[in-house]
């Protein structure tokens, strides 16, 4: 079983940046790839950023290129979700998902093991 703890939600201000965390624990060498979502209120979970676990390939959400910036630590099982520029649109719960091998896409439906969230709220 694996875990997935996320951490380095908070309050900023639009403009300012912030990086999230994602630690794994078990055994995370089973994930393929490893990605972030967000679901602001009253809105359905959408996808932000992955990241293949040992090739480092990455794609990004439009919404989110050029501000946003995912990376991983394979030594620490950790991924991280830099995040610049933010903007008030960007205020959300942060999620961390990971994805087994055979599953692809970017929807929610594409991963199967997610963490308990990170709130993020930018203020304008």
């Known amino acids: 079983q694996v875990a997935l703890v996320e951490s380095g939600g908070g309050l900023v201000q639009a403009g300012g940046s912030l990086r999230l965390s994602c630690a794994a624990s078990?055994?995370?060498?089973?994930?393929?790839?490893m990605g972030w979502f967000r679901q602001a209120p009253g809105k359905e979970r959408e996808f932000v950023a992955r990241?293949?676990?040992?090739?480092?390939?990455?794609y990004y959400a439009d919404s989110v290129k050029g501000r946003f910036t995912i990376s991983r630590d394979i030594v620490k099982n950790t991924v991280y979700l830099q995040m610049n520029s933010l903007k008030p649109e960007d205020t959300a719960v942060y999620y961390c998902?990971?994805?087994?091998?055979?599953?692809?896409?970017?929807?929610?439906?594409?991963?199967?093991?997610w963490g308990q969230g990170t709130q993020v709220n930018v203020s304008s």
């Open positions: 990241i293949q676990w040992k090739f480092g390939n990455i």
């Open positions: 998902a990971g994805q087994y091998p055979g599953q692809y896409g970017f929807g929610t439906a594409d991963f199967s093991s």
């Open positions: 078990g055994r995370t060498t089973r994930y393929s790839a």
